[in-house]
């Protein structure tokens, strides 16, 4: 109990305190805290060092990007299994309509936008308009895209660097912090910002967490519900687009180390698959989590099977943890009333 | 008219007659005292060109039947520079090399005809096709034929089989890395004919069962590049690969050679526990190296830009990378480049234009091998051969010595991943490949 007559600030302090309310985002934050200091002190004290931060920021960057795009589809209850196929077509569509020459990088990105928007409104309609499962659609509809991608990049293609402007400006950094994580910092914010601050932005939540109350409220949520699988492709696209221009020859592998990062990130951040509200900020932390969990093991020189079997073990003890965040007041409920239940229950029996 | 009038006049056509052959017979006398010696001469030369037609024909006679059993002459110099050109050395002598390697290499030489360059690339963008009139249908299953190297080993796979009359058709298959789809890339094979099979084995030991299953079904395969050690002949008839241990102790002399010493160094390897890349590093290692540091790449350039940034946080001193495919080196650099540490020594398996290009661009110690897509010829002839009743070896270990990087390597207008002049596909054939004409 605070004393009453304590300072004001004393007060404001201890209020906020008993007010704080231990959510996902907050404990992957805390984690996320936790392990940058384990990989500068326990790992490599090379850790912030701007050598290290300007290879490594531009891998977390792109997996925020794709993660939050991720996350879009997940709040509404589905998974987007063409996130690497549309990535790679980015590589290849980048080659291609730009010809390596950075004057015509523009028509390439329109080129981008206008395949990334046509790939998201197959997926959303399909899921959405006809129901079917986003599992099963999104893998089809991947699959198709990577078909299309070898077809339209050819066997040999003639043109294999990115323009200079493009890979110039994903490999350029700020005191050893990439751009790409820059931008991605600042697209989590706005999305954040977009979500919660502004009226489409709260129709898409709602139509994502309780599809039929934002229907009897008139929102038309089966459209709101389509376009977070066109805002996901989008951002895929941003990411392929910015992978491409990082490793300056992309080829059709470009897009498959994001698939299952991008799903953890999200959980992480302390989503739930079966739909419902997603933080990006939240999101941004679970990537910078997971990559940064990997970059510590392969320093450590640990082969692929630990590395596996550690990643495994992290995420099972975060969405335990996440569980009993989410449910501990139940939980608490349920341990209270088993103790009342059978109050000896520990002691031995007779 | 009376007989004895009748007779008259036969007596005198009998004069006549007589008279004529008379002055043909003083003539050709005339002539021939006139002319003798020319005329001998004439005739010996006539003799001489009769004989040397027929000798002619008989050497064509025989060079085709030679071709027919997939064997060509060529002199000990034009193999010696074919030899040169494949290994990018001119360390290692033609004879020295396993007998089917010299036959494919012998059958590699000398550029190809305009339209055997435009039969060969219809058919490469085609996939299946007829490349003669013979009765063997050759087939290419690859593991994963998605890049630019595979392409040039599958033109590889066409111009050889294009020196042997006896092969008809032609398939292609790509199982774009997924074993489900190899299996039943193997199975359509053999449903449709394949007799002979070339195999870039992507899978291991995982993919012996179905190579087997093809093998009963009557076709011969042959792989090529990839390490099948220890694979029973049930599931390959010829392994065309290097010997893996003595690529490792290689790779061990380039590296003394490029550092001066034994290390440290760091191992890079692809997909994790390959036996390829398992077999180098065990051997490398054997041979004195000393590896303070190990990653997986996968083979793909996201890969190896996190194995170069762990390696480059990690603070140990490298002062080489040892690498199985060169294509990815680029990234590596570029994490060097980004980071302002100098380039470690760099050995790698293969060639990448792109690399070598970078190389010019920022020196470093750059060993390659050569570009390996002639393993392909080899595994051609080795399988057409068995298909054909005759004994092949189970395995051509070729050697694989690693060369400074040339700068006549680098060619700009090439793209990134042109595996360079090694690949043995001429020139005018990679412009049209390039340009996807």
Redesign the interface.
């Known amino acids: 109990m605070s004393d009453p007559k304590a300072g004001g600030l004393d007060a404001s302090v201890l209020r906020t305190l008993q007010e704080f309310r231990f959510t996902p985002a907050w404990v992957i934050t805390g984690v996320v805290v936790l392990l940058l200091l384990v990989s500068q002190f326990a790992v490599?004290?090379?850790?912030f060092?701007?050598?290290?931060m300007?290879?490594?920021t531009p891998?977390i960057g792109i997996l925020i990007l794709v993660a939050t795009g991720q996350a879009f589809v997940i709040s509404t209850g589905g998974i987007d299994l063409s996130l690497p196929a549309t990535m790679t077509l980015m590589g290849a569509i980048v080659l291609k309509q730009s010809e390596g020459q950075s004057d015509q990088l523009l028509g390439a990105l329109v080129f981008c936008a206008i395949a990334c928007i046509v790939i998201g409104l197959v997926n959303g309609i399909l899921v959405e308009g006809l129901r079917l499962s986003s599992l099963v659609v999104t893998l089809a509809v991947g699959q198709l895209v990577l078909g299309y991608t070898?077809l339209y990049r050819?066997?040999?293609?003639?043109?294999?660097?990115v323009p200079d402007n493009i890979s110039n400006w994903a490999?350029a950094d700020l005191g050893g912090v990439s751009y790409i994580l820059i931008f991605s910092f600042v697209l989590a914010v706005i999305a954040t910002f977009f979500l919660h601050r502004v009226v489409t932005g709260r129709r898409l939540v709602a139509s994502s967490t309780a599809e039929r109350a934002a229907v009897l409220s008139g929102v038309k949520a089966p459209a709101y519900r389509i376009a977070a699988y066109v805002i996901a492709s989008l951002v895929y696209g941003v990411g392929g687009v910015l992978?491409a221009g990082?490793?300056?020859?992309?080829?059709?592998?470009?897009g498959?180390?994001y698939l299952l990062t991008s799903v953890v990130a999200v959980v992480l951040g302390g989503a739930v698959l079966t739909g419902g509200r997603v933080s990006p900020i939240a999101t941004l932390m679970g990537a910078v989590f997971i990559t940064v969990l990997?970059?510590d093991l392969?320093?450590e020189?640990y082969?692929?099977?630990a590395r596996m079997i550690i990643q495994g073990a992290v995420l099972v003890i975060g969405l335990s943890l996440i569980y009993v965040i989410r449910n501990r007041a139940s939980i608490g409920r349920a341990l209270r009333r088993s103790g009342q239940l059978n109050p000896d229950r520990t002691e031995p029996a007779k | 008219m009376s007989f004895s009038g009748k007779f008259d006049r036969r007596r005198g056509w009998l004069k006549v007659t007589l008279l004529i052959g008379a002055v043909a017979i003083f003539a050709v006398v005339l002539l021939a005292g006139c002319g003798g010696s020319d005329d001998t001469t004439g005739g010996s030369e006539e003799t001489a060109a009769a004989e040397t037609e027929a000798a002619t024909t008989e050497e064509a006679a025989e060079e085709g039947s030679e071709e027919a059993s997939g064997e060509t002459t060529v002199s000990a110099d034009e193999l010696q520079k074919t030899v040169d050109q494949a290994l990018e050395t001119e360390e290692i002598k033609a004879d020295t090399l396993p007998p089917l390697m010299i036959e494919a290499l012998e059958m590699a030489t000398g550029e190809p005809s305009a339209e055997e360059m435009d039969k060969a690339f219809e058919c490469w963008k085609a996939d299946s096709c007829t490349l003669g009139d013979g009765p063997i249908t050759l087939a290419l299953a690859d593991g994963f034929g998605d890049n630019t190297w595979r392409q040039f080993s599958k033109m590889n796979v066409i111009l050889q089989a294009m020196k042997f009359p006896e092969v008809g058709k032609f398939i292609a298959t790509n199982a774009h890395g997924e074993l489900a789809t190899f299996q039943a890339n193997l199975r359509s094979l053999t449903a449709q004919g394949a007799e002979a099979i070339v195999v870039y084995n992507d899978f291991g030991p995982a993919a012996y069962p179905a190579m087997q299953a093809a093998q009963r079904e009557g076709a011969k395969i042959a792989t090529y590049v990839g390490s099948n050690d220890g694979a029973p002949t049930t599931a390959i008839t010829t392994r065309v690969q290097p010997d893996i241990c003595e690529a490792g102790k290689e790779m061990a002399k380039a590296t003394e050679e490029a550092i001066g010493g034994p290390g440290p160094v760091a191992y890079f390897e692809g997909t994790p526990g390959n036996p390829q890349d398992e077999g180098w590093k065990k051997c490398a290692t054997e041979a004195g190296i000393e590896a303070d540091f190990e990653a997986e790449t996968e083979w793909t350039p996201a890969g190896a830009q996190k194995a170069a940034t762990a390696l480059v946080a990690s603070g140990k001193p490298a002062k080489a990378i040892l690498y199985s495919y060169s294509n990815p080196v680029p990234s590596i650099v570029n994490v060097y480049l980004k980071a302002g540490k100098e380039i470690p020594a760099i050995i790698t398996w293969t060639q990448n234009n792109e690399t070598t290009c970078q190389w010019i661009e920022h020196p470093y110690k750059l060993y390659q091998t050569n570009a390996l897509n002639w393993a392909a010829r080899v595994a051609v002839n080795a399988a057409v051969k068995a298909t054909e009743g005759e004994e092949v070896e189970d395995a051509v270990i070729y050697p694989q010595p690693y060369s400074p990087a040339k700068k006549s390597s680098c060619d700009p207008s090439k793209p990134a991943e042109f595996p360079g002049p090694s690949a043995l596909v001429p020139e005018a054939l990679t412009e049209k490949m390039l340009a996807g004409q």
């Open positions: 490599t004290s090379n850790f060092t701007q050598s290290t300007s290879t490594l891998s070898q050819g066997n040999v293609p003639s043109i294999q660097h490999s992978a990082q490793i300056q020859t992309p080829d059709l592998t470009l498959e180390p990997d970059f392969r320093v020189g082969s692929a099977g």
